[in-house]
């Protein structure tokens, strides 16, 4: 090694050793007859001191030094004068005796400093120098100790680890595959995959039974701001499992990342929430339960009063926010801004002010007298000084905009600390959405998903209110991991996709080694695959899942740094028998 | 959980005890008023018995339970009478109280047995039951351990694994691109990954010092037997290092996999081997160097002697096989036509045998004499019982036959243990090979590879000769690894770019990020990458890759199980503007 320690080992132990580091200029300082350097590595920072009077042509060379070069030095680690508390290596500095530089830099096109200058457009063009920055090393080397504890637990608990394949089948089913042509076969395809969901299935059929994979998965979508179209994701199978083995085992991965990562010992149970519960309480079924501020249904309070906006409805609720019998008209309109925007979609906002003298003021006074108002408030346990806010309209579409609407409170109010984490399961979903488009059931979860056995009698008489054996994970209203029991019977299989509207053929062509498969032998089976992307960043605290992808893609899908996708040569083409049309 | 423990748990010491087991029907045997089940799953079997005396309601049904049926068992461990000391388990025996039949399964298309009746398509096109069979479980669990011995090393030296792109931009150096369409930019392409080896670099240019990943990689080529379109690598990359730091940390990752792997302390040094030897004495860069029976150059000896078959050729070599002396004539016209074959490229050999009477008899008796073959034997180290078996031609041709006919001996012999192990790091590659056919010179590791520095002035006079900082990991004939000390310098690099002919805008063009990213401070570094799936078959003792990857492709890039590739929909190629010609 051309180091003999790096820039974050040196401790005051360490006084008049002769040591070699290596690493960039982080910033030169001249004071008079002196010149410190930082030189920083991935480890740390430590000051290099040169002495002008003792060495005057060292000294000189050190000042021709600039930000960003990469130097190796040589010298005595010398106790400091003036030491700084802040980094570890703050009690020693090096007295360099000798130092070569290894490379020069240019002046780079943002600063690298805990906070940069640097644009995103900028930032991810140089992403290798955005990579040298505190907080973006700090995510990525986040992201290897989250992966290397994921294996370790599920290491001990004796799960194996199975890559499956990247160049498989496309199927139409779900989101837009990425697909890669075949040059041996004119005209055929492989597709990357979106989950490794039907080999991991096939691999409890093989006797694999505890399976995981942190695996790269592919989704050929319209890009949002948390999108990438590749991601990783933390895949586990069972088999000879039902829904309490699963959510344990996986319960014990939270924990211990919990532990290991974010030093928190979570002992208590993970909360279960039934999907409708939550709907009804939250919202969502991504519930942020750091805060209550629970949504309260008020429809048989409020509606049939004469008050046409709700008399019209299907569903009235409204939330509690403490505090806010004191926002000003100025707010109040903000808020029903909020809500009237196209992504939130309510009509309006109607509050009830519980001031602290006792009195009550609503925007619907005219409509509702104090006993009436009186009623709402002890639905949704007002008390004096807090606001009710109430939206009216479609039951679906409002508890959604309630759902949002409660997480605006909940920010502006300081409620949701980065640092405190509420997960909780979600459980028994619909199996099945009825989707009026195309006049058929789409699988909510995915088509290999399994009913709760109590429901069985459903498929022939109300299909729609079959409830799934499935189950998310949610943190802090972030949806970490989903999964179900799935189907392992071949009829039971076949039933499911005729429901979904798949004729044999299609379920054949598309799934037939899955249902060959079922006929030696499946063992029941179950598992779940995680978000790796997101799991990081919510641990990381901060928002944006680009943070904690060394290289990503930005939101129109493209790598600005290496500029691709990008177009081919005409002999790649011809190769792959391919013609681009209407470009 | 559905069972209380494993199929491969129970012993003697639970006597006694009531257990639930699940698993796959191995074999069913009824002896007159018992029936015998083996119960198969991950970890082992046990058997389980039924009573007819006892319990002749269940015992009937038992009979009805055929091969690969999954059942549920529950009952009491006993000791055996008739122990079966074969089996972890065999001391024990499960009379059973009462089972169930999770799933059914039909008569498998073959059979599920440590060897089995089913051809590799059929296996292939069932891979999934493939996987129950003993031998191919345990190379996937092997697979797996090595994976994790992988990491722990690694980890233990600070090494971070940092996902690199999958989507990244298809180059034409090297070997084909796998390519993907964007269907939001119309006529640009992704490729996939041959190697992450620019990722690598930038992320040593980073600051990240220590980098690895267990990654994909891909290569459209025409496939052969022991090729895959997507393989693993394990990938590295290290800062502020020469070549011995390199050797050094990954000699002891091998070490480290030999001791946890297969139980063998690695205590010596690997012999370090330059090109140029490895090419005279073993007649390849990849030597197999479980034996000995090295290449001997005798051109000087045999040349110019009047036999005009020798007379007219570059090279005359030989090897000297122990106790060949009494090969027959129709062994030694076997051994001609083996080195005539066409992959092999001889056109003739030559022997002499030196009998065990002291006489010498050769096929080129009327052209040397005894006087001159006994040189031959002094320079080949023959004693009497060998034979010499001589080769000529075109050097390169010849020494590549006489690798070949090394080891066809080497292996007729028995001198290739598959648990012997012969570790060696070929070192001093040359950088570049010139070609004939585009009438210039191709990097002979990669264009980033760096040159021995004392090779520097060769750049301007005579560049074929240039020995490149490189070096690989051979074991046992097999090239596990390879790597190199990198080119950091912008100006070095763009010199290299121009040697291997590429026009500074081809270099710009392809490389850009990377020479841009070399002005900003980029450290001496440099890496290396094995080819895991390689080593996981050698470490396994079979030879074709394919028994250690769960789902394979076969050798036309097909994997006949999902039945890809396949066609796709007309929209989705309107969705990516392509259309397929010259179908």
Redesign the interface.
């Known amino acids: 090694?051309?180091?003999t320690h790096t820039c974050g080992e040196l401790r005051l132990s360490k006084n008049g050793k002769k040591v070699t580091l290596?690493?960039?200029v982080q910033k030169s300082r001249d004071l008079g007859g002196m010149t410190f350097i930082d030189i920083?590595?991935?480890y740390g920072i430590t000051q290099l001191v040169f002495n002008m009077e003792t060495n005057a042509g060292l000294c000189s060379n050190a000042r021709k030094i600039g930000r960003?070069?990469?130097i190796?030095a040589t010298g005595i680690v010398k106790e400091r004068s003036n030491k700084n508390f802040n980094i570890p290596t703050g009690e020693i500095e090096i007295v360099v005796q000798e130092f070569k530089v290894?490379?020069?830099?240019?002046v780079?096109p943002f600063t690298i400093e805990e906070e940069t200058d640097g644009g995103e457009e900028l930032r991810m063009k140089?992403?290798?120098?955005d990579?040298?920055r505190n907080p973006v090393?700090k995510n990525?080397?986040l992201?290897?100790e989250m992966?290397?504890e994921v294996?370790k637990y599920l290491?001990l608990k004796e799960f194996?680890?199975?890559?499956?394949?990247?160049?498989?089948?496309?199927t139409?089913e779900g989101a837009?595959?990425?697909?890669?042509?075949?040059?041996?076969?004119?005209?055929?395809?492989?597709?990357?995959p979106q989950s490794p969901q039907?080999?991991k299935q096939?691999?409890m059929?093989?006797?694999?039974?505890k399976y995981f994979q942190l695996v790269?998965c592919?989704r050929?979508e319209?890009?949002r701001a948390d999108r990438q179209?590749?991601f990783?994701q933390i895949d586990c199978e069972m088999?000879?499992?039902?829904r309490d083995?699963i959510l344990e085992t996986f319960e014990g991965l939270a924990k211990h990342l919990f532990k290991k990562i974010r030093d928190f010992d979570y002992k208590d149970a993970f909360p279960r929430l039934p999907y409708n519960e939550a709907l009804e309480k939250y919202g969502t079924d991504k519930p942020d339960t750091r805060f209550e501020m629970l949504i309260q249904d008020i429809t048989e309070l409020a509606k049939g009063k004469g008050f046409k906006v709700f008399d019209s409805v299907e569903y009235i609720g409204g939330i509690c926010v403490k505090g806010g019998a004191e926002y000003s008209r100025k707010k109040l309109d903000a808020l029903t801004d909020f809500v009237r925007k196209p992504q939130i979609g309510a009509t309006g906002l109607v509050y009830v002010k519980l001031n602290n003298d006792g009195t009550v003021k609503s925007s619907v006074d005219k409509f509702f007298n104090r006993e009436e108002l009186d009623k709402w408030t002890g639905n949704m346990e007002g008390e004096n000084g807090d606001i009710l806010l109430v939206l009216a309209g479609d039951r679906k579409k409002t508890l959604y905009a309630l759902s949002k609407l409660r997480l605006e409170m909940g920010k502006q109010l300081g409620l949701m600390d980065k640092n405190t984490f509420t997960p909780l399961w979600v459980v028994d979903f619909p199996l099945l959405e009825w989707d009026d488009e195309s006049q058929r059931y789409h699988a909510m979860h995915h088509p290999f998903t399994s009913a709760i056995k109590d429901d069985f009698h459903l498929f022939k008489t109300d299909p729609g209110k079959i409830r799934a054996n499935a189950y998310d994970l949610v943190i802090n209203g972030v949806e970490i991991g989903g999964g179900s029991i799935r189907i392992?019977?071949k009829q039971k299989q076949a039933e499911m996709f005729r429901l979904l509207g798949f004729s044999p053929e299609e379920a054949e062509n598309q799934f037939?080694?899955l249902m060959n498969?079922?006929?030696?032998?499946?063992?029941?089976h179950g598992g779940i695959a995680f978000g790796f992307d997101r799991w990081v960043t919510l641990f990381g605290g901060t928002d944006s899942i680009r943070d904690y992808?060394?290289?990503p893609?930005n939101t129109?899908?493209?790598?600005v740094?290496?500029?691709?996708?990008?177009?081919?040569?005409d002999e790649?083409l011809r190769?792959?028998?391919?013609?681009?049309?209407?470009?």
């Open positions: 090694m051309l180091r290596c690493g960039w920083r590595d991935r960003e070069f990469v190796c290894l490379n020069k830099s240019e780079p140089y992403r290798y120098l990579l040298r090393k990525i080397i992201r290897y992966a290397r294996r290491d194996i680890e199975i890559e499956t394949p990247v160049l498989i089948k496309s139409p837009r595959d990425f697909v890669v042509p075949s040059r041996l076969k004119a005209g055929e395809f492989y597709a990357l039907t080999f096939l691999l059929i093989s006797g694999f039974d790269k592919f050929d319209d890009f179209p590749e990783t088999s000879f499992v039902e083995d392992h019977d037939g080694f498969a079922f006929k030696y032998g499946a063992p029941p992808i060394a290289f893609k129109a899908g493209r790598d740094m290496i500029d691709t996708p990008s177009v081919l040569s790649q190769e792959l028998s391919l013609k681009v049309v209407n470009k």
